[in-house]
């Protein structure tokens, strides 16, 4: 300004500018700026996907870069015609087996579910498409989400909105719009912990809130005005011998930020792990590609659960 002081800054983290600098808009929509002889995205000085706001592009990430510290997340915008900073935010959650959360300020609304292999278990939606698939890292350098696209000719973006909805349009070259092809939540048992403790959220009962088989609501009143928060408790305590496990399908997995993650075993090991732990209570693949392989464990209550129509 008038003043000499700064009102904008790049932040660069490297005092090797002795070259000349150039500020580039690539093809995918990257700002960066770059040493000019140099177009190596890994010695990019900055850039513009590194802080994404509230959309993601493909090949943008979501996530954390663990070599420098850098989460990239998304804030939504405080309304549709308010770019300012909203008060929603989705970010990685990497306690545990990660998952993405999106909060009201600090307050979780909705969980993603950890990814499954294929898809974010809490988005059944989420899938691969002929033009567009999705990838999800997991290494000592980084755990993030990004999504690519195969057909260069299809345009797709992911929006967080003012509403703190997840929704990821398409371009429609024929009527010149985006078209709104997934968003999350989608509806009451998509909230986060919209049914307490070892119950689950099923849209097609009344109430959403169920018990799973072998519990009981733990206030039978509450659960008559269908309020469900304090969720259920087990009819039978486990005796840690000869216990078994009931095969829950088309489920949300649970709340995974205490959960216990080994990719190495299989499920016939996890079962076995699982049953050599008396606080164990459920157990599932970390990853259903190719026949199945990894180990969740849980040792707490089961919380956030809700069902899927089968495909």
């Not at 294929?118 to 989400?145: C, H, Q, W």
């Amino acid at each position: 300004d008038h003043c000499d002081n700064y009102v904008w800054s790049t932040n660069l983290t490297t005092k090797d500018v002795r070259s000349s600098l150039v500020a580039e808009l690539l093809d995918n929509g990257n700002f960066v700026l770059r040493v000019s002889n140099n177009n190596d995205p890994d010695k990019f000085l900055w850039q513009s996907f590194d802080y994404p706001t509230d959309t993601l592009l493909p090949q943008m990430k979501l996530g954390w870069d663990l070599k420098t510290g850098l989460n990239r997340f998304l804030r939504s915008w405080k309304s549709s015609d308010d770019p300012s900073s909203g008060n929603f935010t989705c970010k990685l959650e990497t306690r545990g087996f990660p998952e993405f959360l999106i909060r009201f300020r600090f307050t979780p609304i909705y969980r993603s579910g950890p990814w499954d292999g294929i898809r974010f278990s809490g988005m059944p939606e989420m899938r691969d498409l002929g033009y567009m698939f999705n990838k999800f890292t997991a290494n000592g350098e980084e755990v993030a989400y990004t999504f690519l696209m195969t057909n260069k000719s299809i345009y797709s973006r992911i929006t967080l909105s003012s509403a703190g909805i997840f929704e990821r349009y398409t371009w429609v070259p024929t009527s010149w719009e985006w078209t709104l092809f997934s968003s999350s939540p989608t509806d009451q048992c998509d909230m986060n912990e919209e049914c307490g403790p070892y119950s689950y959220c099923d849209t097609s009962t009344s109430p959403v809130c169920n018990c799973i088989q072998g519990f009981s609501p733990r206030s039978q009143q509450q659960w008559d005005l269908a309020d469900g928060l304090s969720g259920c408790v087990r009819r039978t305590p486990l005796s840690c011998r000869g216990d078994r496990f009931l095969r829950l399908k088309n489920m949300k997995l649970p709340d995974t930020m205490s959960a216990i993650v080994d990719m190495e075993i299989d499920e016939k090991d996890c079962k076995k792990r699982c049953l050599s732990n008396c606080n164990c209570t459920g157990f599932a693949n970390a990853d259903i590609g190719n026949g199945g392989s990894g180990c969740v464990i849980w040792t707490g209550e089961l919380l956030d659960i809700r069902s899927y129509v089968a495909n």
